[in-house]
Structure formats: C-alpha cells, structure tokens
C-alpha cells in the first residue's frame, strides 16, 4: 500500500539558518504529493503541493520539488524564522482515485532566535 | 474564506461514558474524511465519506466508534463506550473528491478520557 517516511525530528535551528526536511514515498501509479503543517492545539494547514513528477511546490519561502527517479518531495527554506516553528507532515494522496490522504509520522521544527 | 468547522474544540470525558463530536464540511465538498491523531504521530484515517456514503471504514474500530453522515452535509462520529487510549485529537477534513486536490482540515477536537 501507499506510506511515506519522513525525517525523524525534532529538528532545532537558529533563525535565517537553511532548512530541509526529507520525505520520500512508496505508491502505486503517481500519486499528488503534499506537506502540511500544524501549529500548536490547531488543525492542518496546506503548505504546498506538486500533482506531477518534476513539480515544484511553493509558498511562504518554502519549496519542495515532486522527484519521480528519487521517490521523495523533500521540503525546503532558505532562511526559517521562528514564526516557522511548527510540526511539518508530508502526504500523499491517489492521483486517480477518490482516496484519502497519507500522511508521515510528522516532523517537528523548533526555531530559535 | 471557506472552512470545515468542527465542535466541541475540547472534550473531556469519563472513561465508558459516550462522546460525540460535530464537523461541518466545506459547502459543495462531496467527501468528507475523519482522522484520528494521536500526540506526536501523523493523522491516520478512521472513516470517509463520498455523499452520504461510507466509502472507507476500515480502520474504524466498529465495536465502539460510528460515523454518520445522514445527508451527505454535516457528519458526526460517535464513541461509545470511550476508552483511556481514545485520547487524541480528531479531525475533520473534506474534498472535492478529486486526486490532484487537497483536503482541507478541521482545527479538530482534542478528547481526553480519563
């Protein structure tokens, strides 16, 4: 079946300080791929999301790039803030099917100043 | 802006006592998902929903959990009788249905059970 495996946390950086965080995946056909964040007592947010192989996601200075030969969609910032302190989950979901989302274990960033 | 609203935000219950928990999905969403989250690992899937039909309910414990969704709108997920190891955030989140889309989520209702 369907799972994704992400870096094991947590993940602790100084702030500006240059972020990654690895997710690769196992599917069946070419899934759309996702990272999600959650903030403290809150539910999921969409980060960004790439639906096709060479994809690249993008939104609030992060990045993640859909790599088909690698099976991963690791995510990625230049410079984190402490504002980015959250825990970060990549997902992956069916492409042609109605099926849920698969999420990772979940990897948590702490930012300090 | 469009959200998945779900009540309570908090519960606290005795153990073998009944809970109940409401979400409320994004208008024209046909599918509707409830997760559980149990602290420090990812969601995992308890039930979805395409209208008001049960599509997945594989991981739902069925011999103390049940969903609804009697119009294909609003949907409530039951716990009865509620156990120690049920405490945990659950979530809601719903779809258009289709692959290439995301689900959008609940801020969940976090149960403990004491």
């Known amino acids: 079946g369907n799972s994704v495996t992400q870096m094991e946390g947590p993940v602790t950086l100084s702030e500006e300080a240059f972020l990654t965080i690895n997710c690769t995946y196992t599917?069946?056909?070419?899934?759309?791929l996702f990272w999600y964040v959650q903030y403290p007592g809150e539910g999921l947010q969409l980060l960004l999301k790439?639906?096709?192989?060479?994809d690249k996601g993008s939104n609030k200075g992060f990045e993640a790039t859909y790599r088909k030969e690698t099976t991963s969609f690791h995510l990625e910032k230049g410079s984190v803030q402490v504002s980015d302190s959250a825990v970060y989950f990549c997902?992956?979901?069916?492409?042609?099917?109605?099926?849920?989302?698969?999420f990772g274990k979940g990897t948590r960033l702490s930012v300090i100043a | 802006e469009a959200e998945v609203a779900q009540s309570p935000r908090y519960k606290i219950t005795e153990k073998s006592q009944a809970v109940a928990f409401w979400c409320d999905p994004i208008?024209?969403?046909?599918?509707l998902y409830w997760y559980r989250q149990i602290l420090g690992q990812g969601p995992e899937l308890l039930v979805q929903?395409?209208?008001?039909?049960?599509?997945?309910d594989s991981q739902l414990p069925k011999d103390r959990f049940s969903a609804e969704r009697l119009k294909g709108v609003d949907s409530t997920l039951k716990i009865q009788p509620a156990e120690l190891g049920d405490s945990a955030m659950y979530l809601c989140?719903?779809?258009?249905?289709?692959?290439?889309?995301?689900?959008?989520f609940g801020q969940g209702t976090r149960l403990t059970v004491v």
């Open positions: 989140a719903s779809s258009t249905g289709f692959g290439n889309t995301e689900a959008f």
């Open positions: 599917a069946t056909g070419y899934p759309s």
């Open positions: 790439a639906t096709k192989a060479d």
């Open positions: 997902a992956l979901r069916d492409f042609s099917g109605n099926t849920p989302l698969v």
């Open positions: 208008s024209g969403h046909a599918t």
């Open positions: 929903f395409q209208d008001e039909s049960v599509v997945d």
